[in-house]
């Protein structure tokens, strides 16, 4: 009888423990997590609300992605192919978007937002569907202090019931902008799916340094500083170098005729757009982030992850990643010579990239993984 008793008992009410340390009831009580983004076009951010939500969906969410971009956007198949289910609303200020809006949100316990762009069309429906979490994460460091911004902002402040940030430094800058006291606040670094081992393999070796660039090609990401340190090397050592172009942006017929004019010595490829990480991460021997400013950068944990290492400036949260001389290397933001000098020397003793490619794999899989920043985010959805 007692058997009996324990086998109905479970078939009506399974429960599976999560990594998070939360029981999370199968039928029907999952808690139902919405990210919203501005669109889902390839972006660190975009990159990691998947690799969130994928997590998140493994640990027992229901998990799914509002975007107020196309559903031609280059990764919302990306999206969809780990099961997490993407609306998309583009006229979302008209009366049928808001309506359309309404509907979506009221179906999710939590809303995660993952950009300021949102926080305008949200304001009225917020105040519609009433009490719900709604998390606000910072991923860049940009100021937003703007007075039409700090009039978004105050808007919606009484909706958000806490905020992250990927990086110290955007959360000092944030409080800066906005001293808010009401509203907890904490720092949450992203986190990365650790690729397999055999996908961490190093591409056919040659004679030549690959070097690669991964991100939107507009002015913040400043690609154009890596040209120009290799644009100064002597000829003999631009013909060794192989420079890898992953993205696409504003910036790219500025870079491509920097190029034409410029590097003849040297063979550089522009990819365009790609999502699949793993055409991506094989193809270069060490990955150069030139970035004004930078959070806490997904490219750089990618990288690092597929244990390449980094050349970085020192910007943002680049550091806390990149240890200068250890898993990689650190320089000044716009410093062609010094740029320039390191691509020289790296060229020249490329063992170094081997030893801290190891390095930065092993720092990257100890401190990043994607499992506790699922555990750190639900603890705020909790509250």
Avoid at 47 to 55: A, K, N, P, T, Y
Avoid at 61 to 89: C, H, M, N, P, R
Wanted: proline share 2%; hydrophobic share 40%.
């Amino acid at each position: 009888m007692n058997l009996i008793y324990i086998i109905m008992t479970i078939s009506i009410k399974i429960f599976v423990i999560t990594s998070t340390n939360m029981i999370i009831e199968i039928m029907g009580n999952k808690l139902k997590v919405l990210h919203v983004l501005s669109s889902l076009n390839v972006g660190g951010a975009e990159r990691f609300v998947i690799d969130l939500g994928e997590e998140q969906f493994s640990q027992g969410f229901s998990v799914a992605i509002l975007s107020f971009g196309t559903t031609e956007d280059a990764l919302v198949s990306v999206a969809k192919s780990k099961e997490i289910q993407v609306y998309t609303i583009q006229k979302v200020a008209s009366l049928i978007g808001q309506f359309t809006l309404l509907k979506v949100l009221r179906k999710y316990d939590v809303i995660h937002i993952h950009t300021a762009y949102a926080l305008k069309p949200l304001s009225i429906v917020m105040k519609v569907i009433g009490t719900k979490q709604c998390i606000y994460t910072r991923h860049g460091a940009a100021e937003n202090n703007s007075s039409a911004w700090q009039k978004v902002h105050n808007n919606f402040r009484h909706h958000i019931t806490a905020m992250s940030f990927v990086s110290q430094e955007a959360f000092d800058i944030f409080r800066r902008n906005y001293p808010w006291r009401d509203i907890p606040m904490s720092v949450i670094d992203n986190g990365v799916l650790l690729p397999s081992a055999d996908k961490t393999l190093n591409k056919d070796s040659d004679t030549k340094l690959h070097l690669g660039s991964v991100g939107r090609l507009v002015p913040l990401k400043h690609q154009v500083s890596l040209l120009n340190a290799v644009s100064i090397l002597p000829q003999e050592i631009q013909s060794q170098i192989e420079l890898h172009i992953f993205g696409d942006g504003e910036c790219e017929e500025v870079l491509r005729s920097f190029a034409s004019e410029n590097l003849s010595q040297s063979s550089i490829r522009f990819y365009g757009m790609v999502t699949d990480r793993e055409k991506i991460y094989p193809s270069f021997d060490c990955l150069v982030v030139t970035s004004e400013t930078e959070g806490l950068s997904l490219v750089i944990m990618e990288a690092m992850a597929y244990g390449k290492p980094v050349i970085a400036t020192d910007v943002g949260g680049n550091s806390k990643l990149v240890k200068n001389n250890e898993n990689g290397w650190l320089v000044d933001y716009d410093d062609h010579n010094q740029l320039a000098k390191l691509i020289q020397h790296l060229n020249e003793n490329f063992e170094q990239i081997t030893a801290f490619g190891l390095a930065a794999q092993k720092y990257v899989m100890e401190r990043f993984s994607l499992a506790t920043v699922v555990k750190k985010y639900a603890k705020i959805y909790r509250k």
